[in-house]
């Protein structure tokens, strides 16, 4: 029988057919939980250094394992298409302190959704790296950093974001993540959990444009 409320529920508009598709709540509750259980891997024989360097597109649905170091010369990434509900995620799997930058780019006319995120300086140790928090890009505009950390604001004409693997002490150990989610075709959203080197400082550079 139909709900003969439908239409006058607040919720019907924003929980509608679209928005509970499978695949989109899937990716959106891994997303936003750090938890890549149903996410397939890409091992990281087939994306080595030399392969980043010479560029690598990260597919949907895949967590990709790194093997990128930062020593030799930059790295080029590129996203796959942006469509709703997409996840794709980039582990660090070597120490990437060699000092270049890794640059994560949109496909296509894709951009990254406006707002601000804040990656905070962490020195856990190894024995608390449980203790991680992953930082996301929010949507509101932040204006207190925290944590120690720094503020990045992202702009909607915002198309790559680049990270400088910098040496000594840095947020670009092994372990770390960069995940990405498509709320809305055309554009991503991006949240980033580091693994220190050293002081565990953020890197030198970690910005979009």
């Known amino acids: 029988m139909a709900n003969p409320l439908y239409g006058q529920n607040k919720q019907d508009g924003k929980f509608g057919q679209v928005n509970l598709s499978n695949e989109y709540l899937q990716n959106k509750l891994s997303y936003q939980?750090?938890?890549?259980n149903d996410l397939?891997?890409?091992l990281?024989?087939?994306v080595?250094?030399?392969k980043a360097r010479a560029g690598i597109t990260l597919v949907d649905g895949d967590i990709c394992e790194c093997l990128v170091d930062g020593g030799t010369g930059a790295s080029a990434i590129t996203l796959p298409p942006a469509f709703k509900g997409a996840l794709t995620v980039f582990r660090f799997s070597v120490q990437a302190d060699g000092g270049q930058n890794i640059v994560f780019s949109c496909a296509?006319?894709?951009t990254f959704e406006a707002g601000t995120i804040c990656v905070p300086v962490s020195n856990l140790g190894d024995a608390q790296m449980n203790a991680r928090r992953p930082a996301y890009v929010e949507t509101w505009t932040q204006t207190v950093a925290v944590g120690g950390g720094a503020i990045v604001t992202v702009g909607s004409s915002h198309t790559a974001l680049t990270i400088a693997q910098t040496a000594t002490d840095n947020q670009t150990a092994i372990?770390?993540?960069?995940?990405f989610f498509s709320n809305a075709d055309a554009t991503w959203r991006f949240g980033f959990?580091?693994?220190?080197?050293?002081?565990g400082a953020i890197n030198a550079t970690f910005s979009t444009a």
């Open 40 to 42: 397939s891997l890409r």
């Open 48 to 50: 080595t250094d030399a």
């Open 193 to 199: 959990l580091g693994s220190e080197l050293g002081s």
């Open 175 to 179: 372990g770390a993540e960069l995940a």
């Open 33 to 36: 939980s750090w938890n890549w």
């Open 108 to 110: 296509g006319s894709d």
């Open 44 to 46: 990281a024989a087939d």
